[in-house]
Structures are given as C-alpha cells and as structure tokens.
C-alpha cells in the first residue's frame, strides 16, 4: 500500500498504518482487549526495548546528545507545564470521561510526548490503565497527531 497506490504516496507509511488499524478494530478483525492481548503486548514491549539497544553504539549516542541535552530538557519542562495547565483546566472533563483513570491517562500522554509511544505502553503499565481508558486515549492522540 505504501507505494503502490494514490493514497500510499502522498501519506506517510504509519498513517497508513494507523488507519488500516482503526479499520481493522473498528470491523472486529483485531482482538478486543483481553488478558492475553495485554500480556502480548506487555510481553513486545519488554522485549522491544533491549532487542533495540543492542544494536545501538552507545557511547556515539551519548557524544552527540550530550549537545542536544539542553533542547530536550526544555522540551521536557514545556510538555510537563502544558500537562499541568492542561490537568488543571479540564479536570472535570478527563473525570466525568475517565473516572479514576483521568490522572493516569494524562501522565501516560505526557510520558508519550517526551518518549514516545514504549514510554505510553509503559506509563500505562506501570500505572495500571484501564483498557478502555488506554484504547480511548490512544485514539485521541493518534487523531490529534494526523490533524496536527
């Protein structure tokens, strides 16, 4: 699909992806959640991350983000000042929405914006999100990011 068809060319591989995903779940031909999914993933994820720094050089990553160091750290203040703004002005809405999930949906957002998506599988996780309020939130910033 990526380079074959009209669509495939003008939009990038993962927004396909995503789309052929919220196709795919939203017929029922992906898995609902379920124990086996979850540990699955949980399973992926934890092998995921080692499986990709072993082929990393270490010690060049970390000469050349020694200079990039201060632009992230910024970064990092920014997104955690707008989660805080954003916490603060639409608690009752992320609430009424998520119920006892709110905060641990916005703290997975968050975590995924400085990290990337491992960091939102593995906020989620560690925090114990629910799968509704994970699937939902996942949703909503895969959205937002085509419309951005």
């Known amino acids: 699909l990526g380079v074959s068809t009209k669509l495939g060319r003008l939009a990038t591989g993962p927004i396909c992806a995503m789309g052929l995903t919220f196709v795919a779940a939203g017929t029922g031909a992906l898995p609902p959640a379920s124990a086996p999914v979850s540990a699955a993933q949980g399973l992926a994820v934890r092998l995921a991350t080692p499986l990709l720094l ?13 200079r990039l160091m201060p632009a992230f750290a910024l970064g990092c203040l920014g997104t955690v000042l ?27 957002l968050a975590a995924k914006n400085i990290g990337g998506g491992l960091n939102f599988v593995a906020v989620a996780g560690a925090l114990g999100l629910s799968p509704a ?13 085509l419309v951005y």
């Open 133 to 145: 309020p994970l699937a939902a939130a996942l949703a909503a910033d895969n959205v937002m990011a």
């Open 82 to 108: 707008g989660t805080l703004a954003g916490w603060a002005a639409l608690r009752g809405p992320l609430a009424s929405a998520f119920g006892a999930d709110a905060l641990k949906v916005v703290a997975a």
């Open 54 to 66: 072993f082929g990393a050089n270490l010690r060049a990553i970390a000469s050349r983000a020694g």
